[in-house]
């Protein structure tokens, strides 16, 4: 499984970027996911974006934010 916080914790500290599509996006957060039983993968959230990814690490999918004004 891969180590999130060996991989993304540089991201948080605001010392690196994440580029989506050629943007650069600050890292707000990460953590694991899973089907009700196992971890099946991870996701990263970024300022505009969450991007899922498999356990191993391959890009699985994207869903832009939306802003909720209340």
């Known amino acids: ?3 999130l916080d060996a991989r993304y914790h540089d991201y948080l500290q605001g010392n690196k970027k994440f580029r989506i599509d ?3 996006e600050r890292v707000k957060g990460y953590g694991y ?3 009700g039983k196992d971890i099946d993968g991870y996701y990263v959230t970024t300022e505009n ?4 990814f ?3 690490g391959g890009f699985k999918r994207k869903e832009e ?3 909720v004004e209340g």
Not at 49 to 52: E, G, I, M
């Open 1 to 3: 499984m891969i180590n």
């Open 22 to 24: 050629g943007i650069e």
């Open 33 to 35: 996911t899973d089907d």
């Open 49 to 52: 974006h969450q991007l899922y």
């Open 54 to 56: 498999c356990k191993e």
């Open 65 to 67: 934010l939306t802003i």
